[in-house]
């Protein structure tokens, strides 16, 4: 519902926000108040849901369950025009340069056997140790947009 923002009340602000991906759940209630002209950093490990947070505050998520408003006005509402919410959140995305086509694994293993001549075979068994050593081990069949900022950013560093 949308009412008017007094001064000093916060710019944003989320209730009790949910989300998952399937049966993985990224967000639990997530409580967050963010007051005019200040800055919030979110800390967490990597995978731990702050980019998704992030997201949903700007609708490039839709919460599960929960409410966020943005100056007073809930634009988790359905009737909320997401338009005009994107307009004035901006956001700074991670950034990676992964081949969007092709998965973790095969992402990896395409240099090593196109440039150094190994065998898929070695290639995959050499990426699925990094993985493994860098907490990526079962996500070697996803594709990078699957995947965190962080995570995406270490695929990267294995490869
Ligand atoms: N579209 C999606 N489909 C399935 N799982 C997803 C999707 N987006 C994110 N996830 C999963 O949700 C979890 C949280 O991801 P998120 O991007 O919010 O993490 P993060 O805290 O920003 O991590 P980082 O510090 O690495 O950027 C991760 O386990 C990720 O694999
Ligand atoms: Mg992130």
């Not at 990426?127 to 990267?156: H, M, V």
Request: proline share 4%.
């Amino acid at each position: 519902m949308s009412t008017a923002a007094a001064p000093g009340d916060p710019v944003l602000r989320m209730e009790a926000v949910r989300k998952s991906f399937g049966t993985s759940l990224v967000l639990r209630d997530v409580d967050l108040e963010v007051a005019p002209h200040t800055v919030t950093a979110l800390i967490g490990a990597s995978g731990s849901g702050k980019s998704t947070l992030l997201r949903c505050a700007n609708l490039l998520e839709e919460v599960d369950d929960g409410a966020i408003w943005l100056d007073g006005e809930e634009i988790t509402d359905p009737r909320a025009d997401a338009d005009a919410v994107r307009r004035r959140i901006g956001v700074v995305f991670q950034a990676y340069n992964l081949f969007p086509h092709l998965t973790v694994l095969q992402n990896i293993t395409l240099a090593p056997q196109r440039v150094h001549g190994l065998s898929r075979a070695e290639a995959e068994a050499q990426a699925r140790e990094l993985l493994e050593r860098l907490g990526l081990g079962a996500k070697a069949g996803e594709y990078p947009d699957r995947l965190s900022g962080g995570q995406q950013q270490r695929t990267a560093i294995v490869r």
